[in-house]
């Protein structure tokens, strides 16, 4: 029989990451498709009552949570500790979790605490013969694989955007709290804050409905054989303002800075979209004076509708990769589209 | 930092970024076309971490850096023709495969089996590098299991930038979401380091220190253990390249400002 548990910790202000309630929903849906299985909430955090209340309902058998200080911040040595401590306590042979930076940090080791195994960014999940299986990407998105295992515990941690967030009324849920062995919590690390991007200025918005991305061409000589970093800088700010879009790049571009070229001042590695950036979920993406190359390419794959606008028919984009190429001065016609944005 | 820090970095070949990949039922699971044919890389943001560590290194004397590898010996040394000219590193060799496929839990045991036994290595001065996830399995969590079974419970995911501080304290930035960093500072060694893309470019190849790494990058080949490495307990039903190709429509000539007026109509739609 299988014992799921769903595994999340709260936020700065108590409450649960959207990421945390979309897995929830994941390990509901598993818990509905094994027959005899049962499901338990395991939270940890600085104070995880307000967040078992908030999803009181789910219709998990029981709840348990670490909390306390120590568990406030989101740090390897406690973290693990809490996973682990959590894990022990439901019996679980299954743990659900969402993929956030504070699991990812630490779900590995309690998994390897528990003589356990683990698989990460999961895109898709079901039930066949009774027993989970679940759909991963290899190779940076490149190919998709069904797969499923026999060891238990088995950790499975959901990416976000696969599972809609669970919602539901608030109730008061049966709590119960563990002490985590002292021992297993020592640290040398302190935590000392959250800093943003050398700019202040927020470009990377996961939530957006849209995905600007920007590629080194920006920040080529144009037509006139001149550079126009700054008319790209206001135009790209001003699509982001107006449109409220997340910033993607292209390495070329980002690399740029590293190399001692011109830049986007407000854009960092942490933008690069691709096979050693990032593979963001959104709608829509449109990417300007970007080649669209593989390597970008793969980075895109959920993103849903795709547009780019480039000044060469031939690039990446026109490769079955985009849904429409405009063949254009992306100059000219983002201008244009910030104006009739309004 | 009293006698400087003794760096393993682990690391080791994924198929070039460019190359066309297409799987196939290899005979013990999943594989790759052509796989020994590929040309590879060294894994990106492993890569990231080794250049990294060879910077540290340089910075705090009586530093020391380790390269450990898993991957077909073969490949391995196709690599280190390249790699071997850009940093200082003492390399050892796990052969076994460098698939995707393997399983995390059985890469990590024998990579920490590895490090456990590297001569001379002082695990009271160890940074445990390597990338966040490799661009082959992509998990991103081979590094922590290695950092618990060998003991190390002060650890890093997603690193962008490390400092030592005056009093030798390690002040690390962590990526977390949106684009924000998490600062955390770890008093001192030893700790696991999974790196991000870092601050430095490729370090360009330097022949002189490709010599040096040479004379103990050929007996490391040579006395390469082998390395039981497969797919663990994974049961895969399917390996399948994604079927959607874009029809795309590729509009050339028209104004730029209709162009700009049916984007605008599509991010409202
Ligand atoms: C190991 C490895 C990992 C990699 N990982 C990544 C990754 O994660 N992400 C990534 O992006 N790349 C990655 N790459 C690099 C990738 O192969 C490409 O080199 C890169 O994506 C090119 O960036 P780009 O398209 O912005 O620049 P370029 O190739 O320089 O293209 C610039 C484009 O701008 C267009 N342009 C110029 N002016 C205008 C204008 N006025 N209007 C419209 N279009 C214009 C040009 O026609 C051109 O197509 C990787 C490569 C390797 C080897």
């Known amino acids: 029989m299988e014992k799921i548990l769903f595994i999340a910790h709260t936020q700065a202000d108590g409450t649960l990451p959207n990421a945390a309630r979309e897995a929830l929903s994941a390990a509901l849906e598993l818990s509905g498709k094994i027959a005899g299985s049962t499901l338990t909430v395991g939270l940890f955090g600085k104070d995880v009552k307000p967040a078992a209340d908030a999803i009181a309902a789910c219709g998990a058998a029981s709840f348990i949570g670490v909390s306390g200080e120590q568990f406030a911040e989101s740090r390897y040595a406690t973290d693990a500790a809490a996973i682990t401590a959590l894990a022990r306590q439901a019996g679980a042979t299954i743990v659900v979790a969402p993929t956030t930076s504070r699991i990812s940090r630490a779900v590995a080791g309690a998994a390897q605490r528990l003589g356990g195994r683990i698989d990460t960014h999961i895109s898709g999940l079901d039930v066949a013969d009774g027993a989970p299986r679940l759909q991963r990407w290899y190779y940076r998105q490149r190919m998709v694989a069904t797969q499923s295992r026999s060891q238990r515990p088995w950790f499975l941690v959901v990416d976000v955007g696969v599972f809609p967030a669970w919602s539901g009324v608030a109730g008061s849920a049966p709590l119960q709290s563990l002490a985590v062995d002292q021992d297993t919590c020592t640290s040398r690390t302190k935590v000392i804050g959250i800093q943003s991007p050398s700019s202040d200025t927020q470009t990377i918005r996961p939530e957006a409905e849209v995905l600007l991305v920007a590629g080194a061409g920006w920040t080529k000589k144009q037509a006139d054989g001149q550079l126009h970093i700054k008319d790209a800088e206001g135009i790209i700010l001003d699509f982001l303002q107006k449109n409220k879009a997340s910033l993607g790049s292209s390495k070329s571009l980002v690399d740029q800075s590293s190399e001692g070229e011109s830049v986007l001042p407000f854009m960092s590695h942490l933008n690069q979209v691709g096979q050693t950036g990032s593979t963001p979920r959104h709608p829509k993406g449109l990417a300007t004076c970007c080649h669209g190359e593989e390597p970008h390419a793969v980075g895109w794959r959920f993103i849903n509708e795709r547009r780019a606008i480039n000044l060469d028919a031939g690039c990446g984009w026109a490769q079955g990769k985009a849904d429409v190429l405009y063949v254009a001065d992306a100059f000219q016609v983002m201008k244009k589209v910030n104006e009739l944005l309004g | ?269």
Not at chain 2, 21 to 29: D, I, N, R, S, V
Not at chain 2, 153 to 169: C, H, I, S, Y
Not at chain 2, 179 to 198: H, I, K, M, N, R
């Open chain 2, 1 to 269: 930092m009293n006698g400087g820090f003794h760096i393993v970095v682990c690391g080791s070949i994924v198929p070039d970024p460019l190359q066309t990949l297409a799987p196939m039922e290899g005979a013990t699971g999943p594989a790759l076309k052509n796989e020994m044919m590929l040309p590879s890389v060294l894994d990106p943001w492993a890569g990231h971490s080794l250049y990294e560590a060879a910077n540290l290194a340089k910075k705090v004397p009586g530093s020391k850096v380790w390269l450990v590898s898993l991957g077909p010996k073969a490949k391995l040394q196709q690599l280190m023709m390249s790699i071997a000219q850009k940093v200082a590193f003492e390399l050892v060799v796990l052969d076994g495969p460098a698939s995707g496929f393997t399983d995390s839990t059985e890469v990590a045991a024998a990579l920490a089996g590895a490090i456990g036994s590297i001569p001379g290595l002082d695990r009271s001065r160890l940074l445990l590098f390597g990338g966040c996830a490799s661009a082959s399995r992509d998990a991103g969590v081979t590094m922590q299991m290695i950092g618990e079974q060998l003991g190390l419970t002060e650890q890093f995911l997603g690193v962008d930038e490390l400092t030592v501080t005056e009093n030798g304290a390690l002040r690390v930035l962590e990526r977390i979401e949106g684009g924000q960093y998490q600062v955390s500072e770890c008093s001192a060694a030893p700790a696991v380091l999974a790196w991000a893309t870092g601050n430095l470019p490729e370090p360009p190849n330097n022949p002189q220190i490709g010599m040096v790494n040479m004379r103990t990058i050929m007996p490391a080949l040579q006395k390469a253990q082998t390395a039981a490495v497969g797919t663990g307990g994974i049961s895969y039903q399917a390996v399948e390249l994604p079927s959607q190709r874009r029809e795309t429509r590729i509009v050339k000539d028209m104004p730029a400002d209709d162009i700009a007026a049916e984007i605008v109509a599509w991010l409202k739609g």
